[in-house]
């Protein structure tokens, strides 16, 4: 059997204290003038460590040798760009905004949309989208901004605290194309474009190559007729001018990336295409979700990042790590809600079948949301008790005492160092690094947990799990 690939990846964290805040006025999540220190800037967000992990400038494991918290542990100077992809500031993000925006809800005032433009003019992954080269507008006037706010339900887009733009309701009375919505839409929308033009620029893949686009993110785009109709996947193509590619977006909640990850491979083994991105762009409903909670502990506002990635799957080239197509575990609907059943079929059941121990997989990466964000909720570690399932099912096969729990942990986990955007810390954060240690023979072979929030539909009790094997290719 001919196992299809993962060729390529790309990583990008977008700083968005201004969406960031916007967010919180909108969840009633006040801010006083006293609080103001716990926005971070630019520099503290290079500086934050896990951030630099995300990108490839640090192995994950080295996080767990630092004293935390890991925000008073800055570096002395953070990088921009990494292995696997970069950090974005908020301005440019804007202008980003604005060059995928085909409908010209974006509105930037006029001269912070042409300082911004240039910038991204100049960014080797970005000149070539068509918007960049060509705005449809020069922009407005601030007064104009500032009428469009009050008067027409728009929705400001501020930097460094000033309001530099705003974005327009898509529809008079359409409450799935408010100006909040369409705000999401893009936000999600340009981050996909971000990390899909990272990974043509990284991978020497060529637009035209590009078949098949799948989008795994969190939002759902339509209108009142079809409020999840769909489009994030095919919008993304075309901003980056992958013509001869077609695409579609999956929903799976935080799981959608797994889910992605297992139907572009499958796509590619079938033969029907021959090479598959999965896309997933940024969750804005997600910034400062926990803002009041930091706040009360006095820490800053980690919540205010974008994430997104993008993971090129191919066709067998005998270099490149492998998909196991064959080995993926699954939460079944019998299941229930027991994290043991859930385990046994998402760990256990599949290294059976393919014949491996739990002792055999170098490392399991499962929900990797930085515990710094979620620890204060009251939480806890989430990755880390995900571990302590996984090892303490290796008890219960015989492959090791009770005792060597923890050391086994140390072994194989993988430590939470995403920024919680839902979708983005399943497991795909790792994929880049287990793929370059596996191409440099440090490792063989990596198992990738998804795991969605089903409940939150209100359709079903369930949640949902899945797995794969990343695997040397022999």
Not at 106 to 132: D, M, N, W, Y
Not at 149 to 168: R, S
Not at 247 to 269: E, K, N, Y
Not at 436 to 460: C, H, P, V
């Amino acid at each position: 059997m001919s196992f299809p690939i993962i060729k390529s990846t790309a990583y990008v964290l977008i700083h968005t204290p201004g969406l960031m805040l916007e967010e919180m006025r909108h969840k009633g999540i006040p801010l006083a003038s006293t609080q103001k220190s716990s926005v971070r800037n630019f520099e503290e967000v290079l500086a934050y460590l896990p951030n630099q992990v995300f990108i490839g400038n640090m192995a994950p494991e080295e996080l767990t040798k630092l004293p935390r918290p890991w925000f008073r542990q800055l570096l002395a100077q953070g990088k921009r760009k990494g292995e696997f992809g970069e950090i974005l500031p908020e301005e440019e993000f804007l202008a980003l905004m604005k060059a995928v925006d085909v409908y010209g809800l974006v509105c930037l005032e006029k001269s912070f949309q042409e300082r911004t433009i240039k910038k991204i003019t100049a960014h080797p992954a970005l000149q070539s989208l068509k918007g960049v080269q060509v705005p449809q507008d020069t922009g407005y006037e601030m007064q104009e901004i500032k009428r469009l706010i009050q008067e027409e339900a728009c929705v400001p887009l501020t930097c460094e605290g000033i309001i530099q733009g705003c974005v327009k309701k898509g529809h008079a009375t359409d409450n799935t194309l408010t100006a909040r919505r369409i705000r999401e839409n893009l936000a999600a929308k340009a981050s996909g474009v971000l990390a899909l033009q990272l990974l043509l620029q990284q991978s020497g893949l060529k637009r035209s190559e590009v078949d098949y686009v799948l989008e795994v993110s969190e939002e759902s785009c339509g209108d009142d007729g079809q409020k999840g109709g769909g489009g994030f996947a095919k919008s993304i193509a075309e901003a980056c001018s992958c013509t001869n590619a077609t695409g579609s977006d999956l929903r799976a909640f935080c799981a959608a990336p797994v889910h992605g990850m297992m139907q572009g491979a499958a796509l590619v083994q079938a033969g029907i295409f021959q090479n598959v991105v999965v896309v997933g762009g940024g969750c804005t409903s997600k910034l400062g979700m926990n803002g009041d909670v930091h706040l009360k502990h006095q820490m800053p506002l980690l919540e205010d990042m974008l994430g997104s990635f993008a993971c090129l799957i191919s066709t067998n080239d005998h270099i490149h790590p492998l998909i196991r197509t064959d080995l993926i575990g699954r939460m079944k609907v019998s299941c229930g809600d027991s994290p043991q059943n859930v385990f046994k079929e998402l760990v256990r059941e599949p290294l059976t079948r393919g014949g491996y121990k739990i002792f055999q997989i170098d490392r399991f990466a499962a929900e990797l949301v930085n515990p710094e964000i979620i620890e204060p909720t009251g939480c806890g570690d989430v990755t880390k008790r995900n571990y302590q399932m996984i090892a303490s099912l290796g008890v219960l096969q015989g492959e090791y005492g009770s005792d060597q729990i923890s050391e086994e942990i140390n072994r194989f986990g993988v430590p939470g160092y995403a920024p919680n955007q839902g979708h983005i810390p399943s497991g795909i954060p790792f994929i880049g690094h287990a793929c370059q240690r596996i191409l440099d023979g440090e490792m063989k072979q990596a198992m990738i947990i998804g795991k969605g929030s089903l409940f939150l539909g209100k359709l079903t009790r369930l949640y949902d799990a899945l797995s794969l094997i990343i695997q040397k290719n022999t």
